[in-house]
């Protein structure tokens, strides 16, 4: 059944999610049979493959938040993610393997690092917003490089994963379950979120801080505690990353990887609850069907994505219609990247 629509007061298209929530279980219940699937066919790349998936839906739906709900277009959420695995690395190289330590240093330093680098970016709006999140990405990026008894460049390998008492993340399996739980939760969560006093207050600092202002909201301070919320989820992604991988390299802080989760959430539909994992899925999966098709799959990719760009709101976001059935604006998408960013340029007072 097709998603029911309507149109809203300002002759706005809406989406009210009827009938989609087959759907959403049906795509719930696939995620959670993939283990079964890779361990029956002997094939433990699927399961890798399924966990990095999850965790990269999962640094998606953290940056939803900030790109989504308060329309901040950030390029240096990669610095949560590097921070959040290095936050695995650095006490596994000194011998600290307690997973609760590890979640701690995490949480601590996103959002320590998400106040920081918020409150300076959000004095500025529009393009020299989005250069000051890539700034900051950066700078993270040549300090670990710098750090040689750290590995530098050729990054660390984590002498030990996070252990959680009974429940370590020790292999893909584990780390495959720990994601799955983190990102049914986080979904249902950020769908709270969005139709809560705070998120209807960071929709009305997307569209206008000036006129939020007058409604009694602090712009600025709603849009940094999204930012920061935003932060540490990404940094959570990390933690689950580096113990996937067993490995944290510089490189994650990167401002490519930054654009890939921009496109996630771009391809699975900005705002939507449900949308970032669905924008994870589709990326990822086209990334891995492309390289076993064609050595030359990074240009097919780009043509690819340009072809999905071009349609406005791609086809993955038509699946990922919000988890609630409360009516949502579908031109959400355009409306973010075509001035809101930071709240719609000076408006942010």
């Known amino acids: 059944m097709a998603p029911a629509r309507a149109v809203s007061r300002h002759g706005e298209a809406v989406v009210t999610g009827r009938g989609t929530l087959p759907l959403r279980a049906g795509a719930l219940v696939a995620l959670a049979a993939i283990p079964l699937a890779a361990m029956a066919m002997g094939e433990s790349f ?39 695995m290095y936050s695995v690395a650095l006490p596994a190289h000194f011998g600290i393997d307690s997973g609760w330590i590890h979640l701690a240093l995490t949480v601590a330093s996103c959002a320590l690092a998400g106040t920081l680098t918020g409150w300076i970016s959000l004095r500025t709006a529009g ?47 584990a780390v495959y379950i720990a994601a799955f739980a983190m990102l049914l939760g986080l979904l249902i969560w950020t769908d709270r979120l969005r139709q809560s006093s705070f998120g209807m207050a960071l929709r009305a600092c997307r569209q206008s801080g000036r006129r939020a202002a ?56 900005i705002g939507s609850a449900f949308g970032p994992a669905v924008g994870a899925l589709v990326y990822l999966g086209a990334e891995e069907v492309l390289k076993s098709m064609t050595g030359h799959w990074m240009a097919v990719f780009g043509l690819l994505i340009f072809a999905m ?23 959400a998408n355009r409306r973010v990247l075509s001035g809101t960013t930071g709240t719609a340029g000076t408006e942010r007072k």
Not at 254 to 261: D, I, N, P, T
Not at 316 to 331: E, F, H, I, K, N
């Open 46 to 84: 699927y399961l890798a493959f399924g966990a990095r998936v999850l965790i990269y839906a999962i640094a998606a739906v953290g940056l939803n938040i900030a790109l989504g709900f308060g329309g901040m277009v950030s390029l240096g959420h990669a610095l949560f993610l590097g921070l959040g």
């Open 127 to 173: 393009i020299a917003f989005i250069m000051i999140t890539l700034a900051f990405a950066q700078m993270g990026f040549f300090v670990l490089v710098s750090l040689k008894q750290f590995g530098g460049d050729d990054g660390l390998a984590v002498a030990a994963p996070s252990n959680f008492g009974r429940f370590g993340l020790d292999s893909p399996l």
């Open 309 to 331: 760009a071009l349609v406005g709101r791609p086809a993955a976001a038509r699946l990922a219609v919000d988890w609630s059935r409360r009516p949502r604006a579908v031109g």
């Open 214 to 269: 007058s409604l009694g909201i602090m712009p600025r301070r709603c849009l940094l505690a999204a930012y920061v919320l935003s932060a540490v989820i990404c940094g959570i992604a990390g933690l689950l990353l580096a113990n996937l991988n067993a490995y944290v390299s510089p490189s994650t802080m990167s401002w490519f990887v930054s654009g890939e989760l921009i496109v996630m959430v771009v391809l699975g539909g």
